[in-house]
């Protein structure tokens, strides 16, 4: 499983994987173990209050779930890191949710905290192009001083596909690798090299340009399927269709139509084709990270949706 | 020339205009003339301080240059308008410059002010989702009550490529229509509907996933293209040229290697390949709007850069 | 009345007004009618989710009321105007509300919106010193642009005591002078110069240094003649009091023990030490306008108060 | 020298120090060498961009001084902490200033950097109330794994006058009390506690109101005597009098006229009448902490003057 990174979600995706997919709710929450456990939520549209809620509720309980599989008691104290750039809009997810977290450590160490609190602290250790520490580094002295039992790390992701940017979240207790998506060789925050439960929690908030010429290429023989097999409808009927994606989610062409419509680059696997987009883009210096201009009011309430059910489940004999 | 809305910048791109290119000091400028004036200033690194200087420098010459051709005097009032959405990033260049303008119509009012300065007034109107007003109709109303010799508009636009994006800047005295990038029949705002003189100065700073699409099937024809007559070269010494773009800038494919390497899709021309990725994206809904990554750390650069050249052109006489 | 400004609070303060308070759910409001109608709500902590819910109840029910008074039916259209500058935290109570502000004027234009909506647009003018351009005038011209049946209009205040700064909210349907508590002169915006009811909605944001001297003194005297009533009691014990200042409220000293304890400025009316003190501090250019550092904090909740009690209470039957 | 903690800035008050005042380019500089260095720059007018020059120049060489008076050599790494809070913007001098140092530790650890760069690194630790972590903990854990040679704070001041607020640097070697202002018992960051020096600059950016009432009572006795003095001129000539500061800076009042004027309170020390002033406001709850409403527009020049000061003093060896 060394290939998946949190930093790119692809998780979920890989057809090998024996992934179980659960609907509560209209939500649909898909659960690989694979030595680890990755969890995948879909989000409704968050700007609508009730899905907000809902999204909420089953984080809250995948987060509890996940946490109990890791043998963390009620009374463990724990730390969450906010990994990420604050100035960086797509990047700030986890500095985000930092600012929205209820700590209670520095009151247990004033008094004898209230019984229904567990003991949090929380933590943005900012990114090492502005620390010109190694983000790894901060962490692993903060924790050899604190001593928490577990750390929750919140991180923006890098998305494998356009539909998933800013519509699902992710959780694994298997690591994070702050920044990987952008440097390599970050070192790993991860139980083996700090001793210590690491919960991810992660949402796509970025793509490269490659993954979006990847996707349309993806969508138009979806399409171009789609409508061979509807070729007495009326065009514009077929595209005004609501679900239209829905309706060619499983729409394949095979390899002489795709030769036929696509040529050579037709015949590639998607890992070729992903390989030849990203090589060309890389050599001319055009592979840009991008973001989705609504990122500015999404990521707020991403920020909220996260931090609430953090709160929740971490602080859950408050109510 | 109807064609042509500053809110996409496809106007020096079009190969049967007769633009002229000239370079000042490292900075192609590209002028073309077709009921109207238009100027493109090509951008270098401007978060290099002296690149910058030069950038403004060049604008601060054009700005001069277009208000003359419009037979703007140095005494006469104008009102510097900024277009846009503050609270989002990508949208945000003219309510930055706004922020910046040096403006002296109140001290006009007061007492007669000094001699080396013009009266200036700026604005931000907002976007109609949030007002719930037409952004034309508070400018005309506004423009009727302080009655201004010329406006000037700054807009951040969609770009026709991705490697224009935060790179170019585009001066036109053909008007501009506010928000046509995303909603249709908003009104114009010219000299035809205003009366007086409208300079419109805007900067690509977002770009559909369709573009991104097309611009990578463009860039592996050229890859290809070159691969091809430098078979002999070592593939990786090629990618890892300086200057890679440059190289490949004038490499084609012909039909035929097109047509064998993408199939149908190889034989279609520039438009129609962009009029299926649209088709296709937007049937699904994912013709995201996207902006880089680095939009937070460029964009008031970005804003200063127009800023301080427009302070110098207006108040040209001040120092 | 001419001589109260909404700019200052003084309004409810004056003992020659016939102010009626009552107190709903632990909430008091003063209504004081004098040549129009003058509302004082006492907040209370609206940190807290509870109080806050009970705030925006009440401020829903005034603004309908006051509304009612003006003959304002339920399908008359409004604009609120946000006054003030978005740069200066304590400053940005009216541009924070526009941005909460659910507007439905477009809606209105392009199909017939929807029979529970009020049509309602919303605009923050910025201030002259951004614009070059009084505010009233760019108010003025929107409004004979869209002619709206009335307006309401939010803004900070400067304060009249240290206790009052973000603790209160006043309504009005007198209006306002946009700018009055820093520059003079400013053209009002009222039923009178507009010739449709203008309702002002304010909260004191920020205090003179004056004003805090002052308070200083007045607590002094009332501290003083407490301790002199309570003399067998333990000084600490006193001051360790829950609710002390509610205790010390009606304590005064008479001019007799004034003058012991501060000499001839004991002997001045309150009035007299405001002249005082504030042409001291003018006279050394040290009557700072300051604000309590915890504003950064409350604006966004003090302008999440005001921006849903007005659009529950302008498009209240939506629900 | 046990009583001067720099979160308050008393230090060059204390008429019982030998401060020297020297005057360079206009801006003086008061140096106190009591069991450690006090140096505090007076700033003038930073928003005209020569006194910022001037200012960054002063503070510069007084940077590098007290580097070397602490046996500081151009090769010693350092490490830049910025102590506030980023959300409360009278208090977020440290990190603002953090965003703008030139950190260099992660490329002296991938490659030999240059060799006129130092290696440095920067921190924003957070607050305890956000963190739940004592913020000298989050320091010292990280102290001891980067094992620099030196430490530079940075933090924001509580003000012992009014007119000190945004108007002056201080810097000594004593060491920092984080949130020492707002909090007891906070642990010192000192060369004593940590075991290297510790560089302290901070800038007074909030008062108390017990301070702001204090300083009316002293301006008015300087005032009054002031007045007394020139009794034969027109009141109305001597307040509009240009640096009238200036003129009544050494007028005092005797005991005698102190009590006619200001009774009991008169003739109380500063000490006592602040106890007094503090007591009141202390016992309702209404000692603000306040800040100028100008602080908006100062605090990012503030940072920006540090900032560059900083880079500048540390990689001197750059231009």
Not at 98 to 127: E, Y
Not at 289 to 306: G, R
């Amino acid at each position: 499983m060394k290939k998946y990174k949190l930093r790119t979600d692809l998780i979920a995706d890989d057809p090998n994987l024996n992934g179980k997919t659960i609907t509560y709710n209209d939500i649909s929450v898909t659960i690989v173990n694979n030595h680890g456990n990755y969890i995948t939520i879909k989000l409704n549209d968050i700007t609508n209050h009730n899905n907000m809620k809902k999204c909420q509720n089953i984080l809250e309980k995948e987060i509890q779930k996940i946490l109990k599989l890791n043998n963390i008691n009620d009374k463990d104290e724990g730390i969450i890191i906010g990994l990420g750039n604050r100035k960086s809009t797509a990047d700030s997810l986890g500095p985000l949710v930092i600012d929205r977290i209820l700590v209670t450590r520095h009151l247990f160490k004033i008094s004898s905290a209230s019984n229904n609190k567990r003991c949090i602290s929380a933590f943005s250790p900012g990114v090492m192009g502005n620390t010109g520490i190694e983000t790894s580094d901060i962490i692993e002295s903060l924790i050899s001083k604190i001593k928490p039992k577990f750390i929750i790390a919140i991180d923006s992701l890098a998305s494998s596909s356009i539909e998933r940017i800013n519509k699902i979240i992710q959780i694994t207790d298997t690591g994070i690798h702050p920044g990987s998506g952008v440097l390599n060789n970050r070192k790993e925050l991860s139980r083996k090299t700090l001793g210590i439960p690491v919960i991810a929690i992660g949402i796509p908030t970025v793509v490269s340009s490659a993954v979006i010429a990847i996707d349309t290429i993806n969508y138009m023989y979806k399409h171009i399927s789609y409508m061979k097999d509807n070729i007495h409808t009326s065009k514009l009927s077929i595209i005004k269709t609501e679900n239209y994606k829905d309706k060619i989610k499983h729409k394949e062409l095979n390899i002489n139509e795709r030769n036929r419509i696509a040529g050579l680059l037709g015949t590639l696997s998607e890992n070729d084709r992903y390989s030849l987009f990203r090589e060309v883009l890389d050599s001319v210096n055009e592979n840009l990270i991008v973001t989705s201009t609504e990122i500015d009011f999404v990521i707020e309430k991403l920020a909220e949706l996260v931090a609430s059910a953090l709160n929740n489940s971490l602080h859950r004999q408050i109510s």
